[in-house]
């Protein structure tokens, strides 16, 4: 009985939740509150894309870069729990209310500060990242969202019960840079405080998963049937069911251009080093700040020389622009970004059909850049079969007019009559004797001896050890 009233006087889940980014606020300073408005009302003002969480992790590595040196990747450890908080924010007015809705944008916005904050602690911002990561393994990231979270109560509280102990993480980091740099030395993210953190986000998470699935596979005729006596309610529920109906029109049409999941190869890849090569290529520089200009650079180095690396930090490093759609993998990624603007409507078609590369230069031809520099990166096309390859650059050289940006790699041996036959405004070779090999060799070893993965008993060997890994890379 004494449970059962309990249970009963335990305030539901979105006063709990509104509670908890109030929590958080509370605790900033003066400055940080400022911040942390302003980024609170612009989610809710516009709602967050894809493009926020990658210029957000692309943020945190140039921060972490700057202040603790070229060694760890972070950002990508980060973005699936981020892709996460970013779409939970994204919902909307329509879909979850107007208060409701500043709600969901004041996690995004307590996350988005906690990682700019705990980017100055090097010690701290590793665990934190780590955590992310586990969690982001079945963090709750669905395209279809918008389209099932008003039909479900329960998808609504397990929701608010996950991103209840997201914010309560983020209180609990902002709270500890707070202290003194001796409390602070005593007080750190425990390894059991971690494990428990992330098993109580698997548990929502895996709640939020089967209902999710349930309701992705229900059959449309009984969605209308459930839904049929609230659609009449009021104007609010008519608009909301217009919404869900966008939004899985919209889905369908990103699922038939492709169902690879383009964001974990950029991870990985990304993950394997910082490059410092950027900054010397005086041609990406022209390049990548020139507003006005669609050209395009291209980069050419031998096998293992950095191709993919380098580009993975140009999809970074574009994304630091604010006014900017980075693509990476073509249509599905560039319709991402006008799932919710009506003016594209016409182009998220019910009946949706992606026969050929023709399907997909039509896509780009229909979507020019409005008001935003659109940077296409393109890494490994030498890879593919003679034949793709050659139908890849006559659809770049369609498109590129229409407003695009290129940035294409290729291996320096490829001399065939098929790339002779497309000009690229720059051509950057990849040096041989590339610096960046250099730099992962001396933050990976000392990595491994700092956790015991490497024993060096002479300390004179060290360097040796370096040298002779550095030597034998012969550049790749």
Not at 52 to 79: N, S, W, Y
Not at 154 to 179: A, D, G, H, M, P
Not at 199 to 223: G, H, P, R, T, Y
Request: net charge neutral; hydrophobic share 40%.
């Amino acid at each position: 009985m004494a449970l059962s009233l309990r249970d009963g006087a335990r305030l539901k889940p979105d006063i709990r939740l509104a509670q908890a980014v109030s929590e958080f606020e509370a605790a900033l300073s003066s400055e940080q509150k400022v911040a942390f408005r302003a980024s609170r009302s612009s989610a809710a003002h516009v709602a967050p894309t894809m493009s926020d969480v990658m210029r957000l992790t692309a943020e945190i590595d140039l921060k972490a870069t700057t202040k603790h040196g070229r060694g760890r990747c972070f950002g990508p450890r980060m973005t699936n729990l981020l892709n996460a908080i970013q779409q939970f924010a994204a919902l909307g007015d329509v879909v979850v209310g107007g208060s409701q809705n500043l709600i969901a944008c004041g996690v995004w916005a307590a996350a988005r500060m906690t990682v700019h904050v705990i980017t100055g602690y090097f010690t701290y911002l590793e665990k934190l990242s780590l955590l992310f990561m586990a969690v982001g393994r079945n963090a709750p990231r669905y395209q279809a969202m918008a389209a099932i979270y008003p039909k479900s109560k329960n998808l609504q509280r397990y929701l608010c019960e996950y991103f209840i102990i997201v914010t309560r993480l983020c209180f609990q980091s902002i709270s500890w840079t707070q202290k003194s740099a001796f409390s602070r030395l005593s007080t750190s993210i425990s390894d059991p405080e971690m494990k428990e953190l992330q098993s109580e986000l698997d548990i929502w998470s895996s709640s939020i998963k089967e209902e999710a699935n349930l309701l992705l596979n229900q059959k449309v005729d009984e969605e209308a049937k459930e839904n049929a006596k609230f659609r009449s309610l009021t104007t609010f529920l008519s608009e909301s069911s217009s919404h869900q109906r966008r939004i899985k029109t919209c889905t369908r049409f990103l699922q038939a251009c492709s169902q690879y999941d383009y964001q974990t190869t950029w991870k990985q890849t990304r993950k394997a080093g910082t490059t410092r090569l950027l900054e010397s290529f005086s041609e990406y520089q022209q390049w990548q700040s020139d507003q006005l200009s669609h050209d395009s650079v291209l980069f050419r180095g031998k096998l293992g020389a950095g191709k993919s690396v380098l580009l993975a930090n140009v999809v970074d490093n574009l994304n630091l622009q604010s006014n900017a759609i980075v693509l990476y993998f073509f249509a599905r990624q560039l319709l991402e970004h006008f799932v919710t603007n009506r003016d594209f409507d016409h182009i998220f078609k019910n009946n949706a059909t992606i026969r050929d590369a023709d399907d997909i230069v039509e896509i780009f031809k229909q979507v020019p850049p409005h008001n935003q520099h659109v940077f296409i990166v393109i890494d490994g096309v030498d890879e593919c079969p003679m034949d793709e390859q050659h139908t890849l650059l006559r659809a770049l050289s369609v498109i590129q007019p229409h407003g695009y940006k290129l940035c294409v790699s290729v291996r320096t041996l490829e001399q065939t009559s098929t790339w002779k036959g497309h000009s690229f405004r720059f051509n950057v070779s990849i040096p041989e004797d590339n610096p960046d090999i250099s730099d992962y060799v001396e933050a990976e070893v000392a990595r491994r001896i700092q956790e015991g993965r490497l024993v060096i008993e002479d300390p004179n060997l060290v360097q040796e050890v370096k040298e002779k890994l550095i030597y034998g890379a012969c550049g790749m």
